[in-house]
């Protein structure tokens, strides 16, 4: 069983960074494509940046782009988040996501395993 467990919320200032970690266990984390989704209050759960098994593909969302870096540790089963620049708009919980993908997907329907979720809240 595929366990996803993210850390590193938390209230920020506007214009401030956080970075948002995600350890796996139970899988092989180097078999997985990873990625990152985001849901507000009242909301749809939006994409966010996906990377591929080897780390060496990634895909972020228009609205996040040159802001936020997705990368990953094969080595301690580890995904990161790093989010610069940070705006009020990107308050959400973010969410980590995992499935045995060669590509990569911003569907959230693609991947099977999910975190519990972790709070972000930037201020104005």
């Known amino acids: 069983q595929v366990q996803l467990l993210e850390s590193g919320g938390g209230l920020v200032q506007a214009g401030g960074s956080l970075r948002l970690s995600c350890a796996a266990s139970?899988?092989?984390?180097?078999?997985?494509?990873m990625g990152w989704f985001r849901q507000a209050p009242g909301k749809e759960r939006d994409f966010v940046a996906a990377?591929?098994?080897?780390?060496?593909?990634?895909y972020y969302a228009d609205s996040v782009k040159g802001r936020f870096t997705i990368s990953r540790d094969n080595a301690k089963n580890t995904v990161y988040l790093q989010m610069n620049s940070l705006k009020p708009e990107d308050t959400a919980v973010y969410y980590c996501?995992?499935?045995?993908?060669?590509?990569?997907?911003?569907?959230?329907?693609?991947?099977?395993?999910w975190g519990q979720g972790t709070q972000v809240t930037v201020s104005s």
């Open positions: 990377i591929n098994w080897s780390g060496v593909s990634t």
């Open positions: 996501a995992a499935d045995f993908h060669l590509l990569i997907y911003s569907d959230y329907e693609e991947y099977n395993y």
């Open positions: 139970g899988g092989t984390f180097s078999s997985f494509a």
